[in-house]
């Protein structure tokens, strides 16, 4: 069986044709189905925004530019989450399982008794099968990281990290008011407990280079994830990097669409096999946005990489395989 550029189809390591590891399959390996997230903002805050590390937040975060509609603290998490499935099952009818995202600033950021009022109000809500927690790696400690791994004993509970660089020049330079010691140490004893674990990564920073991005990939995949999400830096309106940017324009590279697209091609060759990955571009609304987007939708934007992939017979960890 061939594809239609002549080569060999095959199925890869993560068993399927698909030429990187889709978090929509690790989902199905589990839910035996798929499984839909259900974006929540249980009106938490961050460290960097109300002093504890900083102020301000990161440079680049305006979370109302990726939170869906019906995603406002307002609102209750039981509200959020019916308003979320009734959403969803318009538009998916196949959402077969439901998980509880908690999405918005750091939601392992209160005291642990809030925590457990907030996640098993989640779960109490008829369909929802697990839970996805959104957090800063200086924001988890072992009382909380146990707690998680004593749900997961019942359903599914996993952790994403916004690792988002794995330079602390970097970090400093965006507000995030940790190191990557912190997310290394975090996802190390995340895992360490059994938990699913992923890690969010903005490709673009300011000041890094194409070769200091594709090297995230060998240094993450060093690490124990299961999961990543990679998104393309974006200039959001309403933000630090905002200004920077309109007094600064030459700081900041913005890729074309063919430039990332060929970029995380790269970062995918060296990505370890068994790290599913979630999603490879982000997209804000158009009124959020000071730059332009790349004028096309992200699963088209997908399939452009994958074309491309297929074009190149490459795939997620061929260059590490190269290497062994």
């Known amino acids: 069986m061939t594809d239609r550029n002549g080569h060999t189809a095959a199925k890869f390591p993560w068993g399927s044709e698909h030429r990187y590891f889709p978090a929509s399959l690790y989902y199905r390996k589990r839910f035996g189905g798929r499984a839909q997230k259900l974006s929540l903002d249980a009106g938490f805050t961050c460290p960097n925004r109300d002093g504890r590390v900083g102020r301000g937040g990161c440079t680049y975060c305006n979370n109302d530019a ?3 509609s019906y995603c406002v603290p307002e609102k209750s ?5 019916r308003e979320g499935m009734e959403f969803h099952r318009r538009r998916y009818r196949r959402a077969g399982s439901f998980l509880a995202y908690f999405q918005a600033y750091t939601n392992t950021y209160a005291p642990l008794d809030e925590l457990k009022r907030k996640y098993e109000e989640a779960l109490s809500v008829e369909g929802v099968d697990g839970l996805v927690i959104s957090t800063r790696p200086d924001c988890v400690d072992g009382p909380i990281l146990d707690y998680l791994a004593s749900l997961a004993q019942q359903v599914f509970v996993a952790v994403e990290y916004g690792v988002e660089s ?3 020049r970097t970090l400093r330079m965006i507000n995030r008011g940790h190191d990557f010691a912190a997310s290394r140490k975090a996802i190390r004893e995340t895992a360490a407990r059994g938990l699913p674990t992923g890690a969010h990564l903005i490709l673009g920073l300011p000041g890094e280079s194409r070769e200091e991005m594709l090297a995230e990939a060998e240094i993450l995949s060093s690490l124990p994830l299961d999961m990543i999400k990679l998104h393309q830096l974006q200039i959001v309106k309403g933000t630090v990097m905002a200004r920077q940017y309109w007094d600064d324009p030459d700081a900041f590279h ?3 669409w063919e430039e990332y697209r060929d970029l995380v091609i790269a970062f995918l060759e060296r990505l370890r096999p068994d790290i599913a990955v979630e999603r490879v ?3 804000s609304p158009p009124r959020y946005l000071v730059t332009s987007r790349f004028g096309k939708r992200p ?3 997908m399939q452009e990489i994958l074309q491309r992939m297929e074009e190149l017979d490459t795939w997620q960890g061929k ?4 290497d062994e």
């Open 66 to 68: 990726f939170s869906p």
């Open 77 to 81: 998490i039981t509200q959020q989450l």
């Open 319 to 322: 260059r590490r395989m190269n």
């Open 166 to 168: 794995c330079y602390d």
């Open 299 to 301: 699963d088209v934007l």
């Open 281 to 283: 571009v982000g997209e």
């Open 254 to 256: 913005l890729f074309t």
